[in-house]
């Protein structure tokens, strides 16, 4: 059988499969979870990988679910991901109300594509075709929400970092895989109906903690020391550092007030914020986040507060592999109806914890079309299902198939002339020394 023959059964299994594909992405739009709390979600998961077979794992870094196709020839292992967790949207019409998540990012629909995706090649047979395995993951906590909470995770020795994968680097999920891909949905024009950025924003999170003196707002203002007005000067300072940021290092910082203060007539002494410092290098993050030390020191320092600054290993930058998105690429031309409707290269703002695993392995994180409204808004929505839940389906049995059909030479090939840019040693030594606490008294 020809490999464009396999590709063609695949698409059929697939198919035929539509409707339980999509009510999948549905059942998981209606009810979303935070990260490192998808135990739902994993449940579908782990009940779809049983249905078909599957061997699988469940469980890791809290909630992730790992299933292996063995083929059982020598070759490498090709990782097809899918995100379970949703983020906080509270308007969102589709919002969870006791815990204000919402699948506002499409993670419901890439968790769809890659059962999807596990069903076509299972029904057609596929992996007798192919060298290797092909892992079908499930992972936890992409969205860096809730920080404080997970720093309690932390805290308790339930988890190490912050974020999904990460997590699941540091546990040595990902020793056994060679290469990994995943699709995320897009509701953006500009986006076309699919295409390959060449990279991504990493970042680091901060938790800052203002501390002043309580006294009677109206009273006697004089002998507190205000924590809030601290961290309005900090704020000040940080959006005077923004000229000073190049704007080929892409650098993002976006603070919040979460606690500031108790009483209206208490002069505040506990003031608590959180930001992301987000850039397109690790140099650049670093050398942006000194910036921001200083600005948060000299809103202690303006006061005579005390401030507390938590810095917290965040995301690396994604760099996608050239080849694997060209891959991407031949196989989603034919259905897009052009090179017009595809978007290549660029770089992009926002970051994900793939870009983790591309400094480790080769990886691929491109986009696809499916849905309306921007990412992070109330808008959002799936509004193809067909785009949305199975184009990506075939899109990633398509890669798995590409890579490793016969010998699987392409996969090899990519693998014998990229150098990743760290080792899993590396990369996790640097996660590590990333991860401090600084006390600055400004008096």
């Not at 006061?303 to 989603?332: C, H, S, W």
């Amino acid at each position: 059988m020809t490999k464009e023959e396999l590709k063609t059964q695949v698409y059929e299994a697939i198919d035929r499969r539509r409707d339980e594909i999509v009510a999948l992405g549905e059942t998981i739009m209606k009810n979303p979870e935070l990260g490192f709390k998808e135990f739902e979600t994993a449940a579908l998961v782990r009940d779809k990988f049983a249905s078909l077979d599957l061997p699988h794992r469940a469980g890791l870094a809290i909630t992730g679910v790992k299933a292996k196709l063995e083929s059982g020839k020598k070759g490498p292992t090709v990782a097809l991901i899918g995100e379970l967790d949703a983020l906080i949207v509270a308007s969102h019409p589709q919002v969870n109300a006791a815990t204000g998540a919402a699948h506002a990012c499409g993670h419901n629909a890439q968790i769809a594509g890659l059962i999807g995706a596990a069903m076509g090649l299972v029904d057609a047979g596929a992996i007798q075709h192919l060298a290797g395995d092909v892992v079908f993951f499930a992972v936890p906590a992409e969205e860096y929400v809730e920080v404080e909470y997970r720093s309690g995770l932390m805290k308790e020795g339930e988890i190490e970092f912050l974020g999904g994968k990460p997590e699941l680097i540091g546990l040595g999920e990902f020793d056994d895989i060679d290469m990994a891909m995943m699709i995320h949905t897009s509701g953006s024009r500009e986006d076309r109906l699919a295409g390959v950025a060449d990279s991504s924003n990493g970042c680091i999170v901060k938790q800052i903690r203002y501390i002043g003196r309580e006294a009677h707002a109206g009273g006697a203002p004089e002998r507190g020391v205000n924590a809030l007005y601290a961290a309005h000067v900090a704020l000040a300072a940080i959006n005077a550092l923004r000229e000073t940021f190049r704007d080929q290092d892409s650098i993002r910082v976006h603070p919040i007030i979460t606690r500031g203060g108790d009483l209206v007539n208490v002069i505040p002494a506990d003031v608590r914020m959180e930001t992301y410092v987000r850039g397109k290098t690790t140099a650049a993050i670093q050398e942006a986040n000194r910036k921001v030390d200083r600005a948060l020191r000299a809103g202690a320092l303006a006061l005579g507060a005390q401030v507390e600054i938590a810095t917290l290993p965040g995301y690396f930058p994604l760099k996608n592999d050239r080849r694997m998105g060209e891959l991407f690429k031949q196989n989603i031309l034919p259905i897009l109806g052009g090179e017009e409707n595809f978007a290549q290269g660029g770089h992009r703002a926002g970051s994900t914890d793939m870009g983790d695993v591309s400094y480790i392995m080769p990886a691929l994180h491109p986009f696809m079309a499916g849905a309306t409204g921007s990412g992070h808004t109330p808008e959002w929505h799936i509004s193809d299902a067909e785009k949305g839940y199975v184009w990506p389906a075939k899109s990633l049995a398509a890669m798995a198939i590409d890579l490793l059909y016969g010998d699987a030479e392409p996969a090899r090939q990519i693998l014998e002339t990229t150098k990743p840019e760290m080792t899993k040693e590396e990369y996790l030594a640097f996660q590590r020394s990333m991860k401090k606490t600084e006390v600055y008294q400004g008096e």
